[in-house]
């Protein structure tokens, strides 16, 4: 089955430590997309990358980083300069990056504190 | 920044009602998406309705577009406890190329048996 997995979906961070988000797809995709999800909140983007080699900065970068070096892959690093990193991750696809396509989710993972 | 608000922010019914549950936003846009999310899940795409479209059905779900209100409607009929999820609005803003979505807060829909 096509789709997108997120590893792992639980994930709990140290001060001063760094940790990297898994996001993987088997949809041959061109665009993919990650998300931060804050409790009663909507869907913040973080970062989007178009294609292999290139990606873009969301609304909220700071304190992210990300690399697609693949197209299917799109791991997401949360550095020690996001204040507040304590939220849920989703990472999205679509044909392309458009508006008007329908992006499709893996399940997230939950990022928390020590 | 968020564009499209949902209304109301939490709905209770019982099973065999109907939901209606609403999304307006501030500019113009190409297209609105309706989204599902099951707690502790990803976000399932539900239908798209383009900016020259009033109205569109998926089995269960029928979507309105008032493009001159700047809102959007989701209805679903019959409805199950399955259908217990939050629902969020997405809108393509109308910038130009490369558009990305914008979601909304999300409604909280309660289906009880």
């Known amino acids: 089955d096509g789709g997108i997995t997120q590893s792992p979906k639980y994930l709990f961070r140290k001060e001063g430590q760094n940790v990297t988000l898994s996001c993987e797809q088997n949809?041959?995709?061109?665009?993919m997309y990650w998300y931060r999800q804050d409790p009663g909140q909507g869907l913040r983007l973080i970062y989007y990358?178009?294609?292999?080699?290139?990606?873009q900065k969301g609304d909220i970068a700071e304190g992210y980083s990300v690399s697609r070096e693949k197209k299917e892959s799109f791991p997401l690093t949360v550095t020690s300069a996001q204040k507040n990193p304590t939220a849920f991750y989703l990472c999205?696809?679509?044909?392309?990056?458009?508006?008007?396509?329908?992006?499709?989710f893996g399940d997230g993972t939950r990022l928390s504190i020590l | 920044s968020q564009q499209g608000e949902e209304d109301p922010q939490a709905l209770s019914i019982q099973e065999g009602e109907n939901a209606t549950m609403n999304c307006s936003y501030k500019?113009?846009?190409?297209?609105l998406q309706w989204y599902r999310q099951n707690s502790g899940r990803g976000l399932v795409h539900l239908i798209l309705?383009?900016?020259?479209?009033r109205e569109k059905h998926s089995g269960r779900l029928r979507v309105t577009l008032d493009t001159s209100k700047k809102s959007s409607s989701l209805l679903i009929t019959a409805s199950r406890a399955a259908d217990t999820a939050s629902y969020f609005c997405?809108?393509?803003?109308?910038?130009?190329?490369?558009?990305?979505?914008?979601f909304g807060k999300g409604i909280t829909l309660s289906v009880r048996p």
């Open positions: 500019t113009s846009i190409n297209n």
């Open positions: 949809l041959n995709h061109d665009a």
């Open positions: 990358s178009q294609i292999v080699n290139d990606f």
């Open positions: 997405a809108t393509d803003p109308y910038t130009g190329a490369n558009s990305k979505l914008t």
């Open positions: 999205a696809s679509s044909i392309y990056a458009s508006g008007n396509q329908p992006q499709h």
């Open positions: 309705i383009r900016s020259n479209e």
